[in-house]
């Protein structure tokens, strides 16, 4: 099936849940019915943290009912071990579906209808007997051990970004002057923030920013005589979208594009991948904003620095999004979800088009952590297409700058993280091991603070 009219049918979210309706191979495909149904729940929000936690727990819930990768954590001591004679295909769909239910009902127990219906189609795929009971049995505990493994994970820890006195400290931009939450959650990939080292932005007083800094004055303003109308184009469609959800729904269209030639442990297996990759995107990212504190290209240009005068009078192209500056989260998500899904497919061949998310928050909340879309739509067009997933990640990454909401670090930076997200989450569960050989799961959690602590130090 071409990569492209499948994408199409993605163009909305509404779609999308129609399509699956619809369609027999999709209909069939629990890995993609549970994802979509997580998204629901985030309302229009990048449900990252969830769909993490819910894809792992997928992923171990198949592969200890039919062993073919290695899992995410260890078996928990009240796992249930699957009687030997039963068919253990039925009793992975059936362990996957209950491990999935369980978490988003632990996760979002006001949302437990939608979650029911889901499951009611989940289990309508696999015949009533023991071994749907096996699987069913299976699936709830890993479902609550997954759960319970980042309850302390700092995610509940909520708080406003600090303002920097410092020079080359971040402000409340102009014009609106918000701020926006983040928290002190643990990554999924890395025990802490001391596995990735990060450089600092550069100084005000580094001639390295002054560079940068002439280079979003004149490509990034309200008004610019060098930003072309396809950089402008650019610049407003990626600032409307959340790459959390709309490198999620890309994944799905692969996969179902594929679907006659994978096995349910390998869609589980590449789903969760992805998405522990994504949110580690948005925790390493957020993490770094905080750490380093560094100002908007729209307050730098207000103030002097060395070799260039100030311009009260400047300002963006968007509006500065309400959170400190350096690295920037947008060029994260997307080189990310790109690195990931390039090297699962190696052979895709472009054109690639990224399809828009509708969906905004919730009024009345402040945008939290890894939340990128602002609006329902952009207003440009559904959807763009490019030569292949490195192409469209560049694109994504240089619009920040013609948007006048990054200097070039910040996108430099981005990359550098997403490189080594990426190659921890394609490193994790490969094929299973020997017999004999204990799966070896994730180290626990560290808090956000602690991460910061030994960063600092």
Same mark, same amino acid.
């Given at each position: #099936?071409?990569?492209?009219?499948?994408?199409?049918?993605?163009?909305?979210?509404?779609?999308?849940?129609?399509?699956?309706?619809?369609?027999?191979?999709?209909?069939?495909?629990?890995?993609?019915?549970?994802? @979509?149904?997580?998204?629901?729940?985030?309302?229009?929000?990048?449900?990252?943290?969830?769909?993490?936690? #819910?894809?792992?727990?997928?992923?171990?819930?198949?592969?200890?009912?039919?062993?073919?990768?290695?899992?995410?954590?260890?078996?928990?001591?009240?796992?249930?071990?699957?009687?030997?004679?039963?068919?253990?295909?039925?009793?992975?769909?059936?362990?996957?579906?209950?491990?999935?239910?369980?978490?988003?009902?632990?996760?979002?127990?006001?949302?437990?209808?939608?979650?029911?219906?889901?499951?009611?189609?989940?289990?309508?795929?696999? !015949?009533? /007997?023991?071994?749907?009971?096996?699987?069913?049995?299976?699936?709830?505990?890993?479902?609550?051990?997954?759960?319970?493994?980042?309850?302390?994970?700092?995610?509940?820890?909520?708080?406003?970004? =600090?303002?920097?006195?410092?020079?080359?400290?971040?402000?409340?931009?102009?014009?609106? *002057?918000?701020?926006?939450?983040?928290?002190?959650?643990? !990554?999924?990939? *890395?025990?802490?923030?001391?596995?990735?080292?990060?450089?600092?932005?550069?100084?005000?007083?580094?001639?390295?920013?002054?560079?940068?800094?002439?280079?979003?004055?004149?490509?990034?303003?309200?008004?610019?005589?060098?930003?072309?109308?396809?950089?402008?184009?650019?610049?407003?469609?990626?600032?409307?979208?959340?790459?959390?959800?709309?490198?999620?729904?890309?994944?799905?269209?692969?996969?179902?594009?594929?679907?006659?030639?994978?096995?349910?442990?390998?869609?589980?297996?590449?789903?969760?991948?992805?998405?522990?990759?994504?949110?580690?995107?948005?925790?390493?990212?957020?993490?770094?904003?905080?750490?380093?504190?560094?100002?908007?290209?729209?307050?730098? @240009?207000?103030?002097?620095?060395?070799?260039?005068?100030?311009?009260?009078?400047?300002?963006?192209?968007?509006?500065?999004?309400?959170? !400190?500056?350096?690295?920037?989260?947008?060029?994260?998500?997307?080189?990310?979800?790109?690195?990931?899904?390039?090297?699962?497919?190696?052979?895709?061949? /472009?054109?690639?088009?990224?399809?828009?998310?509708?969906?905004? !928050? =919730?009024?009345?909340?402040? #945008?939290? #952590?890894?939340?990128?879309?602002?609006?329902?739509?952009?207003?440009?067009?559904?959807?763009?297409?490019?030569?292949?997933?490195?192409?469209?990640?560049?694109?994504?990454?240089?619009?920040?700058?013609?948007? /006048?909401?990054?200097?070039?670090?910040?996108?430099?930076?981005?990359?550098?993280?997403?490189?080594?997200?990426?190659?921890?989450?394609?490193?994790?569960? =490969?094929?299973?091991?020997?017999?004999?050989?204990?799966?070896?799961?994730?180290?626990?959690?560290?808090?956000?603070?602690?991460?910061?602590?030994?960063?600092?130090?």
């Amino acid at each position: #099936m071409a990569l492209t009219p499948v994408l199409h049918r993605l163009a909305t979210l509404a779609i999308l849940v129609t399509y699956i309706a619809a369609s027999p191979s999709l209909a069939r495909d629990a890995v993609a019915d549970w994802t @979509i149904t997580a998204d629901r729940l985030g309302h229009g929000n990048a449900n990252w943290r969830t769909l993490a936690i #819910m894809h792992q727990a997928m992923h171990d819930a198949v592969n200890a009912a039919e062993p073919t990768y290695a899992r995410w954590h260890p078996a928990d001591a009240n796992e249930p071990q699957v009687t030997s004679g039963l068919p253990r295909k039925v009793v992975a769909m059936a362990a996957l579906a209950a491990a999935a239910r369980r978490v988003l009902i632990l996760l979002h127990p006001d949302d437990r209808n939608e979650i029911e219906r889901t499951y009611a189609r989940a289990l309508a795929r696999t !015949p009533d /007997g023991p071994a749907e009971d096996a699987g069913v049995a299976l699936g709830e505990v890993i479902g609550k051990s997954a759960v319970r493994r980042r309850t302390n994970d700092g995610f509940g820890q909520v708080h406003l970004f =600090p303002t920097s006195p410092e020079r080359g400290g971040w402000q409340l931009a102009p014009k609106e *002057f918000r701020n926006s939450s983040t928290t002190d959650i643990g !990554p999924f990939l *890395f025990s802490s923030a001391a596995e990735v080292p990060a450089p600092p932005p550069f100084a005000a007083t580094d001639p390295r920013l002054r560079a940068e800094l002439e280079q979003v004055r004149d490509i990034g303003g309200l008004q610019s005589a060098l930003r072309t109308p396809l950089q402008s184009e650019a610049a407003s469609y990626w600032y409307f979208q959340s790459s959390q959800r709309g490198f999620v729904y890309l994944g799905l269209a692969l996969l179902e594009a594929r679907a006659a030639s994978l096995s349910l442990a390998t869609e589980a297996r590449i789903m969760s991948q992805l998405v522990t990759a994504m949110a580690d995107s948005a925790i390493l990212i957020w993490w770094e904003k905080e750490h380093f504190l560094s100002w908007r290209p729209v307050t730098a @240009i207000h103030e002097e620095i060395p070799g260039v005068a100030s311009d009260p009078d400047w300002m963006p192209m968007i509006e500065t999004p309400p959170h !400190p500056e350096y690295p920037s989260g947008h060029a994260s998500d997307c080189f990310t979800g790109a690195m990931v899904l390039q090297a699962t497919f190696p052979n895709l061949a /472009g054109p690639v088009s990224y399809v828009a998310q509708p969906g905004r !928050p =919730p009024e009345g909340i402040t #945008m939290g #952590m890894g939340q990128h879309s602002k609006l329902a739509d952009s207003g440009i067009r559904a959807k763009r297409t490019y030569q292949n997933l490195a192409a469209m990640a560049e694109d994504r990454a240089e619009s920040r700058i013609w948007a /006048g909401a990054h200097f070039r670090a910040a996108v430099t930076e981005a990359k550098r993280v997403a490189q080594l997200i990426s190659h921890r989450a394609l490193a994790a569960v =490969p094929s299973a091991p020997k017999a004999g050989r204990a799966d070896r799961g994730l180290e626990q959690p560290k808090q956000r603070g602690e991460a910061i602590t030994k960063r600092s130090s």
